[in-house]
């Protein structure tokens, strides 16, 4: 099926890749390859105790965990190519295979772009890039380079954008007292994403821009960070409407539910400690969008590791709530009511502690045993997929996974 | 036996054929770098900032896979072990922002390299340092 012939693809692009990278290495009589292929995976299970609401990863999965163990939510494959052009020039393209948008487990292409450093500090990048709209969100996929099983659903979960097609450019400054790092990016989405089921929500062609500073110092991170998309298409809210039975046309009676050529915009604070055996590192961000269509969210999460031997425990804390989105325009009490019913599926208040260790049984790979205890309000229906009505906002997850790298 | 003398004895043992003396941070002698700090070589070696006092690009170079002394190189610059000096190279390269110091197949081989790669640093026991060489960091003692 797709998910096959996709990797078929995925191969086929990297062999293509190889002869013109052998040529290079021995024109150059380099001892080291100008082509370094490498990859990374997770099998990863999970299963909840709650049949009322699908436990998701982040919301570019159209539905998620029940009360069976199922490997959709957090098992993926990637594959990376490194392309040595000379010592300043590289590129670089890397597939992943997971659960995607549409129900399929289809590879794409997340990142595919050239890199020249016009000097040490100063570093250009054209092409396909994941996105990193928060600290480590351009590595979310990597279980391996990441402490828990996957990365806070509450906090990373409305990320649904994982690459983009564009340019960004990066430059460091070495203060005396630690590196100052930025960062700005700017191009266009290339995914869509899930909606309500059947329907999808096309991301293509939304434009974004952003950027963040960095400073480092010894073991201590600090980022701050601002992206914006601006939404290109309508999401099909009234195709979803006729088929719950609701045949108006929701965007003519509430023009504030369209999204066209509006914003969502990211603010974040970030820091990480990393020093020896413990790891320490919390997040802050606040989502803001000029459409009714979404409500704004403020989310945040708390994570610290301790090592010992090859086992590294962890505790995590995290947060997000969202406020209740305005209907500004009048309309009839029966037809606003039903709206509602819609935009209530964007409310988000809920926390989860999650309790896991990971352990670095052998030479790049790591196993992950983890529980997250998630406790919501009633109204909490944004971070989950297909929530009954019935639905408390309370679950308990229990995941395990094998991370590797090769 | 008297304190001092005891005290002589274990450092004798702990210095000696026992436990493996602390890497030193070499670059070629004509490079013309003096000294880097603590900080800087991290920098350069776990990808944050590869650029040598004079602005030229640093090329760090790493022993091979499994050598005792990389072990201890990176224990003493980091206070990490390798699984999680891998795990931090995973996140740089599948992100596509750094690659990892390059690796050397031998000991011999890293000198060479050393001598022939424009910015290359290295690490190396002190008794394989000569004349070709200097020796731009220490780890405190």
């Known amino acids: 099926m797709n998910y096959r012939d996709g990797l078929l693809r995925l191969m086929a692009i990297t062999l293509a890749a190889m002869p013109l990278a052998h040529a290079e290495s021995q024109a150059g009589g380099n001892p080291w390859p100008a082509l370094q292929i490498k990859g990374f995976g997770t099998v990863g299970i999970a299963r909840s105790d709650d049949a009322d609401a699908e436990f998701v990863r982040d919301l570019s999965q159209p539905d998620g965990l029940g009360k069976h163990w199922s490997g959709k939510v957090d098992s993926m494959l990637g594959l990376q190519a490194n392309l040595t052009l000379n010592a300043r020039t590289a590129a670089v393209i890397q597939g992943i295979a997971r659960y995607r948008y549409d129900g399929s487990w289809r590879p794409e292409l997340n990142w595919a772009f050239l890199r020249h450093d016009l000097t040490p500090d100063f570093t250009v990048r054209l092409g396909r890039m994941g996105t990193e709209f928060y600290m480590q969100a351009d590595s979310r996929m990597v279980g391996y380079a990441n402490l828990a099983v996957r990365p806070s659903a509450d906090y990373f979960g409305p990320i649904v954008v994982s690459f983009f097609d564009g340019i960004d450019a990066s430059m460091t400054t070495d203060t005396g007292a630690g590196l100052l790092r930025g960062k700005v990016f700017a191009g266009w989405a290339g995914e869509k994403t899930p909606f309500v089921k059947p329907y999808t929500w096309d991301l293509r062609g939304s434009r974004m821009f952003g950027g963040h500073l960095d400073y480092i110092n010894g073991p201590w991170q600090f980022r701050i960070g601002r992206s914006q998309i601006r939404f290109k298409h309508q999401q099909p809210l009234n195709e979803a409407a006729r088929q719950a039975g609701f045949p108006i046309d929701i965007l003519a009676a509430a023009p504030e539910l369209s999204i066209v050529g509006r914003h969502g915009t990211y603010d974040s604070l970030g820091f990480a400690y990393d020093e020896g055996r413990l790891q320490v590192q919390g997040q802050i961000s606040h989502i803001r969008y000029d459409t009714s269509a979404y409500e704004d969210t403020t989310s945040g999460y708390l994570i610290a590791a301790y090592r010992i031997g090859q086992t590294t425990p962890y505790l995590g804390y995290s947060r997000t709530r969202s406020s209740s989105a305005r209907l500004s325009t009048p309309m009839p009490p029966l037809i606003a009511a039903g709206i509602r019913d819609f935009i209530d599926q964007t409310h988000a208040d809920q926390a989860t502690v999650s309790l896991g260790a990971r352990w670095d049984f052998m030479q790049n790979m790591a196993l992950k045993a983890q529980l997250d205890m998630i406790r919501g309000e009633r109204d909490s229906r944004f971070p989950m997929r297909n929530a009954n009505r019935d639905w408390d906002g309370r679950m308990n997850l229990f995941s395990l996974a094998l991370d590797f790298i090769f | ?141």
């Open chain 2, 1 to 141: 036996m008297r304190p001092a003398t005891c005290a002589l004895l274990i450092l004798a043992l702990l210095t000696g054929s026992g436990a493996q003396a602390d890497p030193v941070v070499v670059v070629p002698a004509r490079l013309g770098v003096e000294k880097l700090s603590h900080e800087e070589v991290t920098n350069i070696f776990m990808g944050r900032f590869r650029a040598l006092p004079s602005g030229a690009p640093a090329l760090p170079i790493d022993q091979p896979p499994g050598s005792p002394l990389r072990t201890l190189f990176y224990q003493r610059l980091v206070n990490k072990d390798q699984a999680s000096i891998n795990a931090y190279w995973s996140r740089l390269h599948f992100s596509g922002k750094a690659t990892p110091p390059l690796q050397a197949s031998s000991e011999t081989q890293v000198i060479q390299q050393l001598l022939t790669r424009p910015g290359a640093i290295a690490y190396l026991e002190r008794s394989q340092v000569d004349a070709r060489l200097r020796i731009v960091f220490e780890f405190p003692p």
